[in-house]
């Protein structure tokens, strides 16, 4: 077993030399949530049910593409990855039916990662549960196990799913996410979290459902983890944690009054049933349900819509042949009949609602559930079972535990669970943004202190102008991390999910190059990461098949940093070498010289990089799809603790501080990655409260990237690093490399410190 190339140290993490680490890294890649053979995204109808014959190899990457994706991140300045995987992959083939051609894949990937450094941590991800209750994870035989059938999902609105809707390209945007609240999803997160409690009779091959689900994820996430185990060359050196489960929802437990739609379920957004109204159509009841829009102000309800199943239901008839999954369910589950009905929550031959409160208390001591005590009780009984599921096999591996998403996290300060190589791992996307698909400069909402009661009425957490909606991210990211070491105690706090809509003002940037929206919003989010002190991060999220047309060909999301109709933003193919000790630019403290810009460096800092994608380069009008505002200065390694870093994009400035443990000047340096977009060679000036320093362009882990190199003493320590201030958001052709030229030959003439 390889040492540990990342520890963890109270809140903070750790490499071999004792350096503070902080995690930049992204989701690789939405391509993972559907197959690759057939190639069904979700806008493809053909061959979306038969599910069992698929295969996931080629995902995220073919093994012959993959050197240029990862070269591409690692010259991105990403040092962090979290693998994307669905157990649909695994395991879609039936139940204990593994597919090692795509664990072996998978590990041929990750050793292909491992050339390039990167920290990695594998996420078995799902959203609303699988690709045929509208999302992705869990492979089809799940639902089948509930007792449902698919194929009446769309006639009952038990969930929306783009590849059966009758046109997917006006499928709704961002409608999906409201399937957490629709019929499937919530019966099966009942199920698969508290099926023993609400579903006693729901016993399939001698065990309740809940205990089957888990059982076969937790195994199918174990087995993968052997094998990546066996492999030899890949535990603790390229692969350092495991995540717990993408986005958890409790499903129905904890409502209490299914004849009403909670206060807390805030997505509200095209036909919005209650539970009961949901539970009604799906046995083929026709209802009037209300059907909400989402504004400026959030959702707002638009009027009413007949949801009329013309009498079919989502069960499954009797005559469902069980044994092609080699199903056995227990007699007192009979299929045909809700599973609701058959506990006893309404009665089928009156449509009477009996329990409406069926899932407001715990049947086994009577107590009342909210949030919070689903969160303590099943979300860390599951918890506790996926973690020991991965220890036994990588006994030191890094668990990064995700509760449900902005819901209050478990406590476990101070308790059994709280574990020194856990990480709370939350989420943070800035709803409006991205459910409206517009950047709004003029106001945003704490949306998160609102949710913890922060302000007597929601009028008060409005936050006007730009600045305000900047610190607002900021002030809410930094409250999500408190709060998580309030309640599970002293633990890196990684966000493993944010990120824009690129299709914002129906596809405006696309029309125009005008990428200015998309910019503003990205480095909004950035900041407030940066800001607010987080130990790191993931952007959601990196897509190899994403276009304009379809996004990233997932329920019409649209949040790819990479597009292949977009060009990259042009790098210098080979700056100039800096780490010679000669060199001007090697310490303030060793040479006053001044480095001049040359036409030669001018043509080498303005070539692009070998790996653009030419598909777009032939359009007039085409952006750099905001690169400006996500390709930006970072530490990968601090000598001491890191107290604050930020970027300024606006005005292209670095600044960094930390305190360094008292010793003589040390022989390992504090390296920040340093974009050579926003400092280029004869354009970047470095200011250090002391110590010596130096930037390089180097082949680092397979890839060319350019980084500064700071030698410093004891104590408190800062840097600044100004660059050169672009225009941002600005097509091609629209004058900005000309003023760009301009810029450099100015500066060339003056007598100032530059690398």
Known sequence: MSPLRLRVDGRHFRDPHNREVTLHGINVAGDAKYPAKPHVPSHVPDNFLDADDVSFVDRPFSLDTAHPHFRRLKRLGYNAIRYIFTWEAIEHAGPGKYDEEWIQHTIAVLRIAKDYG?????????????????????????VYACGLNPRAFDITEASLVQNTYPEPQNFPKMIWSTNY???????????????????????????????YLQKHFIDACKHLAQRIHEAGDLENDVVIGWES?????????????????????????????????????????????????????????????LVDPEGQTVWLQPDYDDTHYGFKRDPGWKLGECLWA???????????????DYFSKDPSNGKSIDYEYFTNKWFMQYYRKQRDAIRSVFPEAILLCQPPVLEIPPTLKNTADDDPNMVFAPHYYDGITLITKKWNRIWNVDVFGVLRGKYLTPAFAIKIGETAIRNCFRDQLAAIQEEGATHMGEHPC??????????????YAYKTGDYSSQIAAMDANHFALEASHAAGFSLWVYCAVNNHQWGDQWNGEDLSIFSLDDPELPTSASPPQTSDPESPAYSRSQSMDTARVSPANLKQTLSTESMTTGAAGAADKVGYRAAEAYLRPAPMATYGTLNDYVFDLRN????????????????????????????????????????????????????????????????????????????????????????????????????????
């Not at 629709?182 to 009779?201: S, V």
């Not at 309404?346 to 409406?356: G, Q, V």
């Not at 990684?494 to 596809?507: A, C, H, K, L, Q």
């Not at 340093?674 to 004869?682: E, K, T």
């Open 118 to 142: 990167f920290y990695i941590w594998m996420d078995p991800h799902q959203d609303v549960w699988s690709r045929f209750t509208g999302g992705s994870g869990a492979p089809l035989w799940t």
């Open 181 to 211: 609240t629709r019929m499937a999803c919530q019966l099966i997160f009942t199920l698969f979290f508290a099926g023993r409690e609400f579903a006693p009779k729901a016993v399939i091959n001698g065990m309740n459902i809940q205990d």
């Open 245 to 305: 489960l993408n986005e958890p929802n409790r499903g129905l437990v904890g409502h209490h009054d299914l004849s009403v739609i909670p206060e807390e379920q805030k997505l509200r957004k095209g036909t919005t049933p209650t539970a009961w109204q949901a539970i009604l159509t799906a046995s083929g009841r026709a209802c009037e349900v209300d059907t909400w829009e989402f504004g400026g102000l959030g959702p707002y309800k638009s009027g009413s819509a």
């Open 342 to 356: 058959q506990h006893g929550v309404w009665d089928p031959s009156s449509d009477t609602l009996l329990k409406k």
């Open 494 to 507: 990684v966000f493993t999910e944010f990120g824009i809509p690129y299709d914002m003002d129906d596809r």
């Open 652 to 755: 292209c400035t670095f600044t960094l501080s930390l305190k360094a443990p008292s010793s003589t000047l040390s022989d390992t340096p504090t390296v920040v990655f340093l974009p050579d977009w926003h400092f280029p060679a004869g354009n970047t000036q470095v200011e250090v409260s002391g110590g010596k320093w130096t930037i390089s362009v180097d082949e680092e882990d397979g890839g060319l990237i350019q980084t500064l190199k700071w030698w410093h003493a004891d104590g408190e320590q800062k840097i600044k690093v100004q660059g050169l201030k672009r225009p941002q958001g600005k097509a091609q052709g629209s004058g900005e490399e000309e003023g760009y030229l301009e810029q450099c030959q100015q500066t060339a003439g003056r007598n100032c410190i530059v690398m």
